[in-house]
Protein backbone atom coordinates (compact mmCIF):
# COMPACT_ATOMS: atom_id res chain seq x y z
CA UNK A 1 0.00 0.00 0.00
CA UNK A 2 1.35 3.46 -0.89
CA UNK A 3 -0.44 5.67 1.62
CA UNK A 4 -1.24 3.32 4.88
CA UNK A 5 1.36 0.74 6.64
CA UNK A 6 0.25 -1.62 9.31
CA UNK A 7 2.14 -0.96 12.09
CA UNK A 8 0.57 -3.92 14.32
CA UNK A 9 -2.21 -5.95 13.51
CA UNK A 10 -5.80 -3.60 12.38
CA UNK A 11 -3.30 -0.40 13.81
CA UNK A 12 -2.74 1.59 10.42
CA UNK A 13 -0.19 4.38 9.79
CA UNK A 14 -0.92 6.86 7.21
CA UNK A 15 1.79 7.59 4.98
CA UNK A 16 2.84 10.05 2.18
CA UNK A 17 1.92 13.12 1.16
CA UNK A 18 -1.72 13.65 -0.63
CA UNK A 19 -1.23 16.63 -3.09
CA UNK A 20 -3.27 15.37 -6.32
CA UNK A 21 -6.48 14.37 -7.27
CA UNK A 22 -4.92 11.10 -8.26
CA UNK A 23 -3.43 10.61 -4.84
CA UNK A 24 -6.64 11.04 -2.86
CA UNK A 25 -8.68 8.39 -5.29
CA UNK A 26 -5.71 5.94 -4.37
CA UNK A 27 -6.06 6.54 -0.90
CA UNK A 28 -10.13 6.48 -1.10
CA UNK A 29 -9.34 2.90 -2.89
CA UNK A 30 -6.84 1.63 -0.32
CA UNK A 31 -8.70 2.89 2.66
CA UNK A 32 -11.79 0.68 0.82
CA UNK A 33 -9.51 -2.27 1.17
CA UNK A 34 -9.41 -1.57 5.15
CA UNK A 35 -12.79 -1.30 5.28
CA UNK A 36 -13.86 -4.70 2.94
CA UNK A 37 -11.62 -6.97 5.55
CA UNK A 38 -14.74 -6.11 7.48
CA UNK A 39 -12.29 -5.93 10.90
CA UNK A 40 -11.78 -3.13 13.61
CA UNK A 41 -9.21 -1.30 12.97
CA UNK A 42 -7.33 1.84 13.97
CA UNK A 43 -5.92 4.67 11.82
CA UNK A 44 -2.94 7.05 12.67
CA UNK A 45 -2.20 9.74 10.92
CA UNK A 46 1.04 12.58 11.05
CA UNK A 47 -0.77 16.43 11.29
CA UNK A 48 2.33 17.20 8.62
CA UNK A 49 0.90 14.80 5.89
CA UNK A 50 -2.29 17.16 6.08
CA UNK A 51 -3.54 16.60 2.25
CA UNK A 52 -3.66 19.41 -0.40
CA UNK A 53 -7.37 20.64 -1.69
CA UNK A 54 -6.87 18.71 -4.47
CA UNK A 55 -6.19 15.41 -2.99
CA UNK A 56 -8.72 15.90 0.19
CA UNK A 57 -11.91 16.66 -2.38
CA UNK A 58 -12.72 12.89 -3.31
CA UNK A 59 -12.04 11.77 0.44
CA UNK A 60 -14.41 13.86 1.55
CA UNK A 61 -17.01 12.95 -1.07
CA UNK A 62 -15.82 9.07 -0.18
CA UNK A 63 -15.83 9.70 3.45
CA UNK A 64 -19.41 11.22 3.37
CA UNK A 65 -21.01 8.08 0.75
CA UNK A 66 -18.71 5.32 3.72
CA UNK A 67 -19.49 6.81 6.77
CA UNK A 68 -21.56 4.05 8.14
CA UNK A 69 -18.82 1.46 7.76
CA UNK A 70 -16.22 4.08 8.88
CA UNK A 71 -18.63 4.71 12.08
CA UNK A 72 -19.09 0.55 12.18
CA UNK A 73 -15.53 -0.42 11.54
CA UNK A 74 -12.81 2.77 12.94
CA UNK A 75 -12.56 2.49 16.04
CA UNK A 76 -10.19 5.32 16.58
CA UNK A 77 -8.16 8.02 14.44
CA UNK A 78 -5.67 9.52 16.36
CA UNK A 79 -3.62 12.56 14.70
CA UNK A 80 0.26 12.85 15.73
CA UNK A 81 0.95 16.05 17.01
CA UNK A 82 4.80 16.55 18.01
CA UNK A 83 4.38 20.56 18.45
CA UNK A 84 2.76 20.66 21.69
CA UNK A 85 1.00 24.19 20.51
CA UNK A 86 -0.29 22.41 17.94
CA UNK A 87 -1.03 19.56 19.82
CA UNK A 88 -2.96 21.92 22.69
CA UNK A 89 -4.81 23.67 20.05
CA UNK A 90 -6.06 20.32 18.20
CA UNK A 91 -6.70 18.89 21.72
CA UNK A 92 -8.86 21.91 22.07
CA UNK A 93 -10.90 21.67 18.80
CA UNK A 94 -11.60 18.33 19.06
CA UNK A 95 -14.97 18.35 20.00
CA UNK A 96 -16.43 20.19 17.97
CA UNK A 97 -14.83 17.96 14.79
CA UNK A 98 -16.09 15.30 16.45
CA UNK A 99 -19.47 16.44 16.04
CA UNK A 100 -19.11 15.89 12.28
CA UNK A 101 -16.79 12.53 12.86
CA UNK A 102 -18.09 9.25 12.07
CA UNK A 103 -15.37 7.92 14.49
CA UNK A 104 -14.02 9.01 17.96
CA UNK A 105 -10.77 10.66 17.36
CA UNK A 106 -7.58 11.42 19.51
CA UNK A 107 -4.36 13.33 19.51
CA UNK A 108 -0.69 11.98 20.75
CA UNK A 109 3.11 13.60 20.39
CA UNK A 110 4.28 10.59 19.10
CA UNK A 111 3.61 7.30 16.85
CA UNK A 112 4.72 5.64 20.22
CA UNK A 113 2.01 7.05 22.15
CA UNK A 114 -0.29 7.19 19.29
CA UNK A 115 0.12 2.99 18.52
CA UNK A 116 0.15 2.37 22.64
CA UNK A 117 -3.50 4.20 22.27
CA UNK A 118 -4.46 2.59 19.65
CA UNK A 119 -3.99 -0.91 21.15
CA UNK A 120 -5.93 0.19 24.00
CA UNK A 121 -9.09 1.01 21.68
CA UNK A 122 -9.39 -2.12 20.15
Known sequence: MKFF??????????????????????WVAEYDRLL???RPLVIIAHTEDRPQPS??????????????DLRRLV???IYVVVDAV?????ERALPGRAKASPYPMAVA????EAIA??????
Open 36 to 38: ARD
Open 5 to 26: REAEPDIFVATGQLITEQDGQD
Open 55 to 68: AGKPMILWMKARKA
Open 109 to 112: ASEV
Open 75 to 77: KQT
Open 86 to 90: ERAEM
Open 117 to 122: AARRSL
